[in-house]
């Protein structure tokens, strides 16, 4: 009985596939990760956190997804201004809406490039500005989101009295 031959071409072509599949992979991740058709304001509040770890907000009920909302002291257009400022210096990040009381802002992964959705809303009666960050794909983020909100609050707060 003879055994296979296995060529040099059917190395490289073997190689060649086992290191283009998983970008490959990533690609169609990241291609199948629409905008989410939950985001925006529903009865005063922000979309609620997935189950999955890769989720943070101010109006979540437990631990894992609740994050500190930011403290507001001036009027929701000043606010709503200031956090387009900050977000305008933060690297990969696009505003996609922004009213008087409302922000969404995209903000792009650098190496896979995927896409987290981070929302603010201005609840003037409370004194506060609820906030939400959410990665599209994938099931934990490595404390990213959580991290993401925490930079933009230090920001606000260095910057002036937002906070």
Known sequence: ???PVVTKRMIYVAVAIVVLLPFVGLAAL????ARPKNLGVTE????PCPKSPNCVSSQAEDAQHRVDPIRLSVTPATAIS???EVLSRMPRTTVVTKT?????AEV???FYRFVDDVE???DEQAGVI???SASRVGYSDLGVNRARIEQIRAALAAGGPTH
């Open 30 to 33: 990241r291609a199948m990760s």
């Open 100 to 104: 008087d009381r409302y922000l969404h």
């Open 130 to 132: 609820h906030c939400r």
């Open 44 to 47: 005063g509040r922000l979309a």
């Open 108 to 110: 792009t992964s650098r």
């Open 120 to 122: 603010f809303l201005v």
């Open 1 to 3: 009985m003879n055994a």
């Open 82 to 84: 200031r956090l387009e």
